[in-house]
T-cell receptor
């Protein structure tokens, strides 16, 4: 099956720092989403971004489907950004199954 | 407010016991899903339902059962046949049958099950 790898697995930042999270996938996809899971377990969708670039406040994401990766940028990080960031993909021609990566655990410190 | 409510948040059970996790949504969503999350891993799909009285197995359905008698409710039973039931369980719902594909996937706060 498709492999979805995220890096780095863990990241510690000082408040105000910027960061880039990466999602690599092993096959062609027609769907990619980024999620944030807060420290209490709640997951929310950040971006639906099968290709191109999107921005939402301090967060932005870029997907280069032809090169099989996506990047999530966090600027001016805040403690509320802490948690786990997941990317999830749907394999092209593989039905509608959403496959999640293993996540990047982010901790933002004061 | 509209949303997804999971209960209980924490649950302990002894080996050999069945346990049912509740998931209720008032978003009027057609589709509902159950995911399992283990430490350091992504989410894996257990079961999903796109319409009342119909549901499909996901990737790891063995040892689990579900029902969808009402649009608002999608309970998950973790049976004694599930070999490693200790995990964090997340329920989700989406608009229509394919809403989850376009980011319209909404999650509950999860239920943490520990088998003693």
């Amino acid at each position: 099956g498709i492999q979805v790898e995220q890096s780095p697995p863990d990241l510690i930042l000082q408040e105000g720092a910027n960061s880039t999270l990466r999602c690599n996938f092993s096959d062609s996809v027609n769907n990619l989403q980024w999620f944030h899971q807060n420290p209490w377990g709640q997951l929310i969708n950040l971006f639906y971004i099968p290709s191109g670039t999107k921005q939402n406040g301090r967060l932005s994401a870029t997907t280069v489907a032809t090169e099989r990766y996506s990047l999530l940028y966090i600027s001016s990080s805040q403690t509320t950004d802490s948690g786990v960031y997941f990317c999830a993909v749907v394999l092209t021609g593989g039905g509608n199954k959403l496959t999640f990566g293993t996540g990047t655990q982010l901790k933002v410190e004061l | 407010d509209g949303g997804i409510t999971q209960s209980p948040k924490y649950l302990f059970r002894k080996e050999g016991q069945n346990v049912t996790l509740s998931c209720e949504q008032n978003l009027n969503h057609d589709a509902m899903y159950w995911y399992r999350q283990d430490p350091g891993q992504g989410l894996r799909l257990i079961y999903y339902s796109q319409i009342v009285n119909d549901f499909q197995k996901g990737d790891i359905a063995e040892g689990y059962s579900v029902s969808r008698e009402k649009k608002e409710s999608f309970p998950l039973t973790v049976t004694s046949a599930q070999k490693n039931p200790t995990a964090f369980y997340l329920c989700a719902s989406s608009v229509g049958r394919t809403g989850y594909l376009t980011g319209e996937l909404f999650f509950g706060e999860g239920s943490r099950l520990t088998v003693l």
